[in-house]
């Protein structure tokens, strides 16, 4: 029986940090299932007025469908420029919308044979797009009302996630905290993972070149740095903690101004090179500022920080916090605790129960094992034709 699946994503297949999408993606397709990996829709106007004509000439801006992974049975969907509006979730972008859902409809006849399929989609924004007269999944991964770019249009999004949830026949959260009220009875919880086979042997790689100079203990961040990172919390922590030093690997540009010398930036990595870094660090961090958008977070480094056998200490987040009781993570919203909690998981870092209770909960979350509870969240839901 043939299972097709049209997945609507907010992040491009050649991305070079990967996300929940990319793994279920992937990891679908390796089971058999027939999957369309659709990039978000990029603005005609912003390629305009990054490159003028050319630009919006340029074969790495034109729609494509092509095979990714070796695997025949994963398509990936470049969608044609936005047009006229540069995103289809902007409220008035009513005509790029009936465009793209028509499209979609077109190459998924195409390419699963005239067969049904099951679509998938991450934004809320995205209900717009989706075909109502086919079983939809809404996998919900953080609480987008709560997004700052979202900021001028919170009505909208409310309204779209409103009709998402009435619409699915099913939906995916990461943590309880992001089951909306009145749907529990639709929902399941799976937690965000960590692709194990790339993290699990860090301390056996090399040490990079940049990290060496930098004397142990070593504690570790890396990814986005944007409004939520906490800057003041990483400076403070820093002072209290002479001795150590704090590695920052992200983007866009670490402001490092103020902040004192054993905070150490080492730039934009690739998901690849990550695990050399972790391996030689002594904890991760996760300095974020305490909101509401960051309180829902269930963190992808998270898992990588234990899949590289690092304990890890971050500001509160409720998806995570059981973890605290395995002794694996540590919650704090002020630097004087952040400051403890990482002297203490550097005193326990190398004990047994420490290091088993990791590798444990890293093994819990590969996302092989995730991708197999969504598949059977997809079954359960007509995901087949």
Known sequence: MTQNILML??????????????????????????????????????????????????????????????????????????????????????????????????????????EDYT???????????????????????DKFDAYPEYEHMQSYVNGCHRRACALSRAMVVTAPSLIPEGWASKCSVISNGVDLPLFRDAKARPCPADLAGIPAPRAVYAGALLEWFDYDLLGKVARLLPNAHFVVIGFPEFKAEGMPANVHYLGRKRQDELPAYYGHCQAGIIPFRVNPLTVHVNPLKFYEYLAADIPCVSSPMHPIESFVERGVLALSDNP????????????????????EARAQIANEHDWAQLALQFMKVLQSSGGHS
Request: aromatic fraction near 12%; charged fraction near 20%.
């Open 9 to 114: 994503s907010t992040t491009v297949w050649e991305s070079p940090w990967w996300f929940r999408r990319q793994h279920f993606a992937r990891c679908l397709a390796r089971n058999g299932w027939r999957v369309l990996y659709v990039n978000p829709q990029q603005s005609m106007a912003r390629v305009f007025l990054g490159g003028g004509l050319a630009a919006l000439r340029a074969a790495e801006n034109r729609s494509r469908i092509y095979s990714a992974d070796g695997l025949s049975n994963l398509r990936i969907v470049r969608p044609p420029l936005a047009t006229p509006y540069f995103v289809r979730s902007a409220p008035g972008s009513v005509l790029n919308r009936l465009l793209l859902r028509r499209y979609l409809r077109r190459v998924a006849s195409r390419e699963f044979g005239g």
């Open 336 to 355: 004087e605790s952040f400051a403890g909690a990482l002297l203490d998981h550097w005193k326990e870092a190398d004990k047994a129960g420490a290091r």
């Open 119 to 141: 679509q998938v989609f991450y934004n809320p924004c995205d209900v717009r797009v989706v075909d109502p007269q086919l079983p939809s999944i809404y996998d919900i991964v």
